[in-house]
T-cell receptor, first 111, second 116 residues
Framework: RKEVEQDPGPFNVPEGATVAFNCTYS??????FFWYRQDCRKEPKLLMS???SGNEDGRFTAQLNRASQYISLLIRDSKLSDSATYLC????????????FGKGTHLIIQP | EPEVTQTPSHQVTQMGQEVILRCVPI?????FYWYRQILGQKVEFLVS????????KSEIFDDQFSVERPDGSNFTLKIRSTKLEDSAMYFC??????????????FGPGTRLTVL
């Protein structure tokens, strides 16, 4: 099982700022890409899927570059409630395969 | 909103003992998973289960581990003889496999296993 690499942070960002996270994955056969959010001692929760054309969900924008095997997440107008660990996740294909998680990037939004 | 549930929330056991972690996946889901997360580490895939059999398992899922769907609702992970290094948070997840892009896996709140 190949790896997913992320900058662990922490990223300390003032409220209202824009912050971007990056992630690289090593398995070129990966077919599905996600950003999950994990609060301290809680379960991972899906933030958004990442599509080849890029996609946006409110203040969150995700991008995928298959050639470079690179995924990004942009958070605009950050809120205190965005403080969490953001997990880059890939799936090599189909519903039967387990997810491969990055170690996560820790974000702290400061008032 | 339907959710995955897990019991117990915290399990303390002695090294060498058997433990069974229980999960109730979302009712119309077809794919079930176990993951673990050692404190401070990444979430790691253990096993996936579909149509009453294991679909895929990781190198972590050795002969000490087994999974079962004993009835129509529960999904269990058994560790036969626990080791200190089995101490971790164990997450159950389920999905309905709507397709490659929308194959969201819903995670339960986890069981914290502490092996003494």
């Amino acid at each position: 099982r190949k790896e997913v690499e992320q900058d662990p942070g922490p990223f300390n960002v003032p409220e209202g700022a824009t912050v971007a996270f990056n992630c690289t994955y090593s398995n070129s056969a990966s077919q599905s890409f996600f950003w999950y959010r994990q609060d301290c001692r809680k379960e991972p929760k899906l933030l958004m899927s990442v599509y080849s054309s890029g996609n946006e969900d409110g203040r969150f924008t995700a991008q995928l570059n298959r050639a470079s095997q690179y995924i990004s997440l942009l958070i605009r107008d950050s809120k205190l409630s965005d403080s969490a660990t953001y997990l880059c996740v890939v799936n090599t294909g189909g519903g039967a395969d387990g997810l491969t998680f990055g170690k996560g990037t820790h974000l702290i939004i400061q008032p | 909103e339907p959710e995955v549930t897990q019991t117990p929330s915290h399990q303390v056991t002695q090294m060498g003992q058997e433990v069974i972690l229980r999960c109730v996946p979302i009712s119309n889901h077809l794919y079930f998973y176990w993951y673990r997360q050692i404190l401070g580490q990444k979430v790691e895939f253990l096993v996936s289960f579909y149509n009453n059999e294991i679909s895929e398992k990781s190198e972590i899922f050795d002969d000490q581990f087994s999974v079962e769907r004993p009835d129509g609702s529960n999904f269990t992970l058994k560790i036969r003889s626990t080791k200190l290094e089995d101490s971790a948070m164990y997450f159950c997840a389920s999905s309905d496999r709507r397709g490659l892009l929308d194959n969201e896996q819903f995670f339960g709140p986890g069981t914290r296993l502490t092996v003494l």
